[in-house]
């Protein structure tokens, strides 16, 4: 069982910037992807940003340009590191990977963007 473990969030205000980090208890390189996902409240939990074993990104609309997704493989830890958030950004965010077509989530962390 994978376990995932999300740090970083918190208040920040709009056009701040937060690194979110995501420390996995085993390597990373066996997984497939890694990607955050987001929920805000009364909506749906949404991807934000995924990176693949082989370093492929991708990422929500919303954020591009903003948001960069990257893996320390030597760390067993993924970041997205945020910037010029804006108070639509605030949501819990959930770290999650895969592997061998099975999910594993983190309990997630907290961001707020407001003045």
């Known amino acids: 069982q994978v376990q995932l473990v999300e740090s970083g969030g918190g208040l920040v205000q709009p056009g701040g910037s937060l690194r979110l980090s995501c420390a996995a208890s085993?390597?990373?390189?066996?997984?497939?992807?890694m990607g955050w996902y987001r929920q805000a409240p009364g909506k749906e939990r949404e991807l934000v940003a995924a990176i693949t074993s082989t370093g492929f990104t991708a990422y929500a609309e919303s954020v591009k340009g903003r948001f960069t997704i990257s893996r320390a493989n030597a760390k067993n830890t993924a970041y997205l590191q945020m910037n010029s958030l804006k108070p639509e950004d605030t949501a819990v965010y959930y770290c999650n990977a895969e592997r061998r077509s099975m999910d594993y989530w983190g309990r997630g962390t907290q961001v707020t963007v407001s003045s």
């Open positions: 085993e390597s990373i390189l066996s997984m497939n992807r």
